[in-house]
Each structure stands twice: as structure tokens, then as C-alpha cells.
């Protein structure tokens, strides 16, 4: 089971962090990935970690701003998102899975998403 959190209402230019914890599974056996659906739209990738964090991918739209990480110990994946805009205003999902993949249907498991919401 994964559960998303850190998720809120933020200024454009703020930041937030993002955290996807995985309970009853070991993460370090999964690669995580981030995804977002905005009102009105299909969901769409947003950063994926391989399960050493030896490789990061980011979508073209958040790359510079964004940073997804992990720690193995904690069993937990992050997003941490800087210079935010109104158009990352979106519900964040993540997710897992054996290989680390930029699409949706390489993940088995997802958490419920977390509200991230920018003002301008």
C-alpha cells in the first residue's frame, strides 16, 4: 500500500515536498514514480526513480524544478517541488513498481493522491 502526503496550498514560486510512503512492502524492491491529473485532464507522468536512485526521469514540464528522491531505510519516494505554478496545480499520484517507467501502465501500485493546489 502506498500513501501520498504533503500535498497543500502554495503561492506561485513556493515550494513543497511530497512524500509517498509504502507500508507492507519493502520500496527498495520497487522503482516510484509521480504522476499528476490536473481538473479536466488525463493523468501524466511526472518524475520516476529507479529502485537504487541510480536513475531519475522528470517531464519536460517540471525538469529544473522538480526533484524526485528516496530513502530506502524509510521506505519512502519524494517529490520535491520548487518554483511551483498555477499549471502544477493538480492531484499527485505515486507509484510503484518492479522497473521504473515515464507511463502509466508500468505501475502496478498506486497511492490515493494528494491535492497540490497553486495560486498565482
Known amino acids: 500500500q502506498l500513501q501520498a502526503s504533503g500535498g497543500g496550498l502554495v503561492q506561485t514560486g513556493g515550494s513543497l515536498r511530497l512524500s509517498c510512503a509504502a507500508s507492507?512492502?519493502?520500496?527498495?524492491?520497487?522503482?516510484g514514480g509521480w504522476f499528476r491529473q490536473a481538473p479536466g485532464k488525463q493523468r501524466e507522468f511526472v518524475a520516476a526513480?529507479?529502485?537504487?536512485?541510480?536513475?531519475?526521469y522528470y517531464a519536460d514540464s517540471v525538469k529544473s524544478r522538480f526533484t524526485i528522491s528516496r530513502d530506502n531505510a524509510k521506505n519512502t519516494v519524494y517529490l520535491q517541488m520548487n518554483s511551483l505554478k498555477p499549471e502544477d496545480t493538480a492531484v499527485y499520484y505515486c507509484?510503484?513498481?518492479?522497473?521504473?517507467?515515464?507511463?502509466?501502465?508500468?505501475?502496478?501500485?498506486w497511492g490515493q493522491g494528494t491535492l497540490v493546489t497553486v495560486s498565482s
Open positions: 507509484a510503484a513498481d518492479t522497473f521504473v517507467a515515464a507511463h502509466e501502465r508500468g505501475y502496478a501500485y
Open positions: 507492507g512492502r519493502t520500496f527498495s524492491s520497487y522503482a
Open positions: 526513480i529507479s529502485k537504487s536512485a541510480a536513475n531519475t
